[in-house]
């Protein structure tokens, strides 16, 4: 049973860069037709999709984000990561790592999730 | 900012049922794009509830049913039970984005 875990620092300062990994257990990421995503949840709002991954580095990133979003994947390692650069206090949330595809095309498992502050 | 639509709140007593709508467009719902559904509890990561527009995973109690029609999706919660006060999401793919897509979230209260 495929297992996700977030890690990383929880304060970032404003302008500088938000980075993610999400660690895969139980599974690997190197399975086919599978995509590992991010998902965003600013305090008190909705769920926000960030972007996604596939094990051959294939990428797709929500346009409002693009400009900032790059996610990456250790195949080796068996992890994904999340790089948000330029971030402001509107980039406070609390961010999920989570499984596309394979056998079940929709978000499931979903990490529990790590939060990051932006602040000085 | 979401493109589908959901109601912020919905409450009903124990035993009643309430439905959530979920209202999309041209480009996600319309499109003939499957719609999952979310539940969410306080300080927890959302957990899948109804997958392909009407179908439980093992272990959601049937009392939770999906349904979607035309631009719009629909969750049903039957017998309420104070244990189903949570957040409620749904969620789709859009054409128009390029990528996946939430709706803006309900918060069932059980009274």
Redesign the interface.
């Known amino acids: 049973q495929v297992q996700l875990q977030e890690s990383g620092p929880g304060v970032v300062k404003p302008s500088g860069t938000l980075s993610l990994t999400c660690g895969v257990s139980g599974g690997s990421i190197s399975s086919s037709d599978t995509w590992w ?1 991010w ?1 965003r949840q600013a305090p008190g709002k ?4 960030i ?2 991954i596939d094990h051959t580095g294939r990428t ?4 409002s984000l693009r400009s900032r979003v790059t996610i990456s994947v250790d195949e080796s390692k068996n992890y994904f990561s999340l790089n948000l650069r330029s971030v402001t206090a509107a980039d406070t949330a609390v961010y ?1 790592c989570a499984r ?1 595809g394979g056998d ?5 498992p ?4 790590t939060l990051v502050t932006v602040s000085s | 900012q ?1 493109v589908l639509t959901q109601p912020p709140s919905v409450s009903g007593a124990p035993g009643q049922r309430v439905t959530i709508s979920c209202t999309g467009g041209s480009s996600n719902i319309g499109a003939a794009y ?1 719609v ?1 559904w ?1 539940q969410q509890f306080p300080g ?5 509830l109804i ?2 527009n009407n179908n439980r ?1 093992s272990g959601v109690p049937d009392r939770f049913s999906g349904s979607k029609s035309g631009t719009s999706a629909s969750l049903a919660i039957s017998g309420l039970q104070a244990e189903d006060e949570a957040d409620y ?1 749904c ?1 789709s793919y859009d054409n128009s ?9 309900t918060k069932v209260t059980v009274l």
């Open positions: 995503n998902v909705g769920l926000e999709w972007g996604e797709n990133y929500n346009p999920y596309w079940t095309n929709w978000f499931d979903w990490g529990q999730g | 979401s499957d999952h979310y927890t990561a959302p957990k899948l997958y392909v995973p999401y969620q984005l390029s990528g996946y897509v939430f709706g803006t979230g």
